[in-house]
Each structure stands twice: as structure tokens, then as C-alpha cells.
């Protein structure tokens, strides 16, 4: 996977005020004052005091106010192997580029495993068979066959792009389980830009857009990659 061009990924929408809308959830919890008042009140202007509560509701696992924050990824250059490991996280919302309504030209954009990458004779024969597929893909659409029948001999290489959608537990969910080393390379790639894009806007949020292991402090996984202890 040319790393320049592999999964590119963009922040293109987050709440103005995250930090005060989820301090202002977790307090509406345990206050008598009403949520607007605590939303204008001084210690909604103090970041370290709202990241105390945060941080306390949070680990308790109070998971329902994170879900407040709805973030969106303008996603390019993904396989579609990595974009079908992505659609499996059921509290996602996605728009994707349709292989029925956007009709191949020429040689579909491809991407290549790292592994495949690394053997230039295999490499070599894999570029060949992408070629031979496209040759395909146009004898079929030429013949009259529609794009959303001459799609089904596009392999999963094929790159893809997407917009796609979540809340903030699920973002912290899908960061848990997809930056594991446990889960292939080039979905963990992709998890890392979704969270580093995030954290780049709020620094605060990087203690929880971490592999699992380092939210618990342990492995669950039967192979695991030693970074921490096997759960007993
Ligand atoms: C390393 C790795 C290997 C994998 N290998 C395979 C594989 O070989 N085959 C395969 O099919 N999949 C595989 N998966 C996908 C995996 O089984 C999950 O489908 C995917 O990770 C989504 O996780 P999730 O269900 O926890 O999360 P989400 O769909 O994002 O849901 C988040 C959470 O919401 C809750 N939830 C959502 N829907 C329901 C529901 N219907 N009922 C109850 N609770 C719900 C659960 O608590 C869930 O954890 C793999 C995933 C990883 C990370």
C-alpha cells in the first residue's frame, strides 16, 4: 500500500462544544440545577474541572453521555476487504461510493497488501491479474452488462471511499478493538487516522482512542502480541 495515497482521512464534522456538551450531561445526572444552567455556568468554562468529571463518569462506564458527540470521516482509498471490517460496527452510519452507479472506465484503482507489495515477483503477477479482472470488467460492460452485475468480478482490492459516521462511544469502541495489532493492517491504519484526526482537535480524548489492552490493562485476545499480561 503506497502510503501517501492509502486511506486518506478527514475530520469534516464535530460538535463546536464537545467538551462542554458531555461535562453538561454528566452533571444533568447528579445536579438539582437544570442542564441549561449548568451548560452557562462557571465551571463549564473550566476545562481541567470538566475533564475531572469526565474522566470519573466515563471509566465508571456512564457510557450514554459520550454518545451526545456524533463525529463524521470523509474517508478515500480504502479496499473494500477494509471497508467491509468497517461496516460490521453496527452504531456507524455510512455513505459509500456505489459500485452500481459509478461505472468502472478503465483499470479500477486498486490497493496492494503490504505482504503482496514486498515480493516484486508477486507483486508483479498481482498487478497482472488486476489488469486481467479490468479487461474483464470492460468486455461485460461493453457487452451491455450493467456496472451492478459486472461488479461481481471486482475483488476486494478494489479501492473504495466513504463518509462515515459515529458517536463517540462507538469511535472509543472501534478504536478498542480495531487499533489491537490483533486486527489487520490496513483497518488499524485507518482507525489510527480516524483518531488521530480527532485527537488533533481535542488532545484530551487520546487516553481513550487506544487499543483495549490499554483501557484495561490486559489481553483477552488467545494470541496475543505481549504488549500486556493474558488475562487469567
Ligand atoms: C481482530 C478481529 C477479528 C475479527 N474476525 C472476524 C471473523 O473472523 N468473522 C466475523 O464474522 N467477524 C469478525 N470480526 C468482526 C467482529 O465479530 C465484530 O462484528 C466487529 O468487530 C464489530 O464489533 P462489535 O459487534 O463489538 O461492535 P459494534 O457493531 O460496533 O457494536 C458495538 C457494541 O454494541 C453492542 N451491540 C451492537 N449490536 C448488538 C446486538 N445486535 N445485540 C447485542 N449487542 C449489540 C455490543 O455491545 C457491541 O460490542 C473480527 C473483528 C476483529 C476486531
Request: with cysteine; net charge neutral; proline share 4%.
Amino acid at each position: 500500500m503506497s502510503k501517501d495515497k492509502f486511506a486518506q482521512v478527514r475530520l469534516i464534522s464535530k460538535p463546536e462544544n464537545m467538551l462542554k456538551t458531555i461535562y453538561t450531561a454528566c452533571r444533568t445526572c447528579y445536579s438539582a440545577d437544570s442542564p441549561l444552567n449548568i451548560y452557562d455556568c462557571d465551571s463549564a468554562q473550566d476545562e481541567e474541572k470538566m475533564l475531572k468529571l469526565i474522566n470519573k463518569v466515563v471509566s465508571s462506564g456512564h457510557y450514554s453521555t459520550i454518545e451526545h458527540i456524533q463525529v463524521s470521516f470523509a474517508i478515500s482509498n480504502i479496499s473494500r476487504a477494509c471497508s467491509h471490517q468497517l461496516v460490521r460496527h453496527r452504531h456507524m452510519s455510512f455513505s459509500q461510493k456505489s459500485q452500481r452507479y459509478v461505472k468502472e472506465k478503465g483499470q479500477f484503482e486498486y490497493l496492494t497488501p503490504d505482504t503482496i507489495e514486498n515480493n516484486p515477483e508477486l507483486k508483479q503477477k498481482f498487478d497482472e491479474f488486476m489488469g486481467k479482472i479490468s479487461e474483464f470488467y470492460l468486455e461485460l460492460t461493453e457487452n451491455g452488462i450493467p456496472a451492478e452485475d459486472a461488479r461481481a468480478v471486482l475483488p476486494n482490492a478494489a479501492s473504495t471511499s466513504m463518509v462515515a459516521s459515529l458517536n463517540l462511544r462507538e469511535l472509543i469502541h472501534l478504536a478498542n478493538l480495531r487499533l489491537c495489532t490483533r486486527a489487520q493492517k490496513e483497518i488499524r491504519i485507518l482507525v489510527k487516522r480516524m483518531c488521530d484526526a480527532l485527537v488533533e482537535e481535542e488532545p484530551w480524548l487520546k487516553a481513550y482512542l487506544v487499543p483495549k489492552c490499554e483501557r484495561w490493562g490486559f489481553c483477552d485476545e488467545d494470541k496475543s502480541c505481549g504488549r500486556m499480561p493474558v488475562r487469567g
